[in-house]
């Protein structure tokens, strides 16, 4: 940076009332290396007051890193996203790649608090960068050292208190814990589970340090799910509460009843299909909430496993066939094995083997279509930008009723007529 565009910067600093006017009397090129080499809390306060358009401009004229580490300063996620559809070149694809959000999220994992020092500084020079770090932001920053630009640990503030000033802070680094920017959600909480740390440090393909996550910030928002899983699943609005009134109530379910009781006729017109069968092997009957039972009960340990997977960004329906495949194997397996179970049950309790037979054959097939719809079905409607949680299960469980019944009464009608 020459020395012109150094006295600039110096006075964007210390002009919190000129520093958009300033900025925006640069160049481009100009602006983009002044914005960089401000801190956090200064980016985003000016990231605030420009326009989406004079952003657009700073960012299209950045690497797809520099550009990265500028949105995320953005805690607006509505505008943040605006702008990341109007990017253009290749920052756009690792951008949406690097800021990935838990759905209700409306900041960043990502935080900024921190200084970067060379292993070489003295201490009472990191002072001096921790003090200025304060100034801006009214917080006293986590202290990072690299190497040559390579992280390399971290120093904790009561060492800086007890040595003296003129000892090279590289002396007193310890390892931190870190993951890539490319790592899933499900990995970082897994990694501050682990490892009983209070942050992990996140790391550029070039190892280059692009934030901290906080274990708090962390479990404090992914620990928020499965409250707001089990309303969405119920179809309650997650605004409900116990002393609503009668007519709040209501209206927040009588919807979603209507719906279930469309679905509830589609799965009794399959007792209508086969009533003659019904009519001379009664005995079926009682198989009915059986079978039924037992494939929601598997559909919805299927749908818990896939919903948490999209919630924390691990699975889509791009990548997901995989895992699909391998549910609807387990549903053979675990098929097989109830199936055994109540054919055994239903030939001691019967006493008829062909019973037991048909039995057990829809349980496995039951169970299949469990592990099929309950995996593929959230991921579908994840994909056509529907709400997993608050619509799966409706079709789920229809699916599994309606099979359930075709496989135990079209096989009665097949084996025992």
């Given at each position: ?52 358009s ?26 943040r ?45 990191a ?18 050292i ?12 009561s ?10 802070i590289?002396?007193?680094a310890?390892?931190?814990?870190t ?21 992990v ?7 280059s ?25 119920s ?7 116990p ?6 109530k209501f ?15 589609l ?17 079926l ?10 494939g929601?009960?598997a ?7 896939m919903?948490?997977?999209i919630?924390?960004?691990?699975i ?9 495949w ?23 309790w019967?006493?008829s ?31 056509v ?26 096989l009665g ?5």
């Amino acid at each position: 940076m020459d020395k012109n565009l150094e006295a600039e910067l110096k006075l964007i600093q210390k002009n919190p009332a000129e520093r958009v006017s300033r900025l925006r009397a640069l160049s481009l090129p100009e602006r983009s290396v002044v914005l960089q080499e401000l801190s956090s809390h200064i980016q985003q306060t000016i990231l605030t007051e420009l326009k989406i358009s004079e952003v657009v401009d700073i960012i299209d004229h950045l690497d797809p890193r520099q550009a990265e580490n500028i949105l995320a300063r953005i805690k607006d996620q509505k505008r943040r996203l605006t702008i990341i559809k109007k990017i253009k070149g290749e920052a756009r694809d690792k951008i949406e790649y690097f800021l990935r959000f838990h759905p209700k999220a409306t900041t960043s994992l990502i935080s900024f608090n921190y200084i970067l020092v060379a292993g070489k500084t003295t201490i009472g020079d990191a002072a001096s960068a921790i003090e200025e770090h304060f100034e801006d932001t009214g917080k006293f920053p986590e202290i990072l050292i690299h190497e040559k630009g390579h992280l390399v640990g971290e120093v904790l503030m009561s060492t800086l208190v007890r040595e003296r000033n003129t000892a090279t802070i590289g002396r007193f680094a310890r390892p931190v814990q870190t993951v890539t920017y490319q790592a899933e959600v499900a990995e970082i909480v897994d990694t501050l589970t682990l490892s009983h740390r209070k942050k992990v440090v996140v790391l550029d393909n070039d190892e280059s340090v692009l934030g901290i996550i906080y274990a708090d910030d962390a479990m404090s928002l992914f620990g928020k799910m499965p409250a707001e899983s089990l309303y969405n699943i119920s179809g309650m609005d997650d605004t409900s509460r116990p002393f609503d009134s009668v007519s709040k109530k209501f209206k927040s379910r009588y919807q979603w009843l209507i719906l279930n009781l469309a679905t509830a006729f589609l799965a009794g017109s399959m007792i209508f299909l086969f009533q003659d069968t019904l009519d001379q092997l009664v005995i079926l009957a009682m198989y009915i909430p059986i079978v039924a039972g037992m494939g929601g009960n598997a559909a919805s340990q299927v749908f818990a496993v896939m919903l948490r997977g999209i919630t924390l960004g691990t699975i889509t329906l791009s990548n997901g066939m995989p895992a699909i495949w391998r549910e609807v194997k387990t549903g053979v397996l675990t098929g097989i094995m109830i199936g055994l179970i109540v054919a055994f049950i239903s030939v001691v309790w019967n006493d008829s083997a062909l019973l037991g037979l048909v039995v057990g054959l829809a349980m496995v097939g039951v169970h299949i279509v469990a592990g099929l719809f309950g995996a593929f079905v959230p991921l579908f409607l994840k994909h056509v930008g529907k709400d997993p949680a608050a619509t799966s299960s409706i079709f789920i469980t229809t699916a599994t009723d309606v099979f359930g019944l075709f496989f135990l009464l079209g096989l009665g009608a097949l084996i025992l007529l």
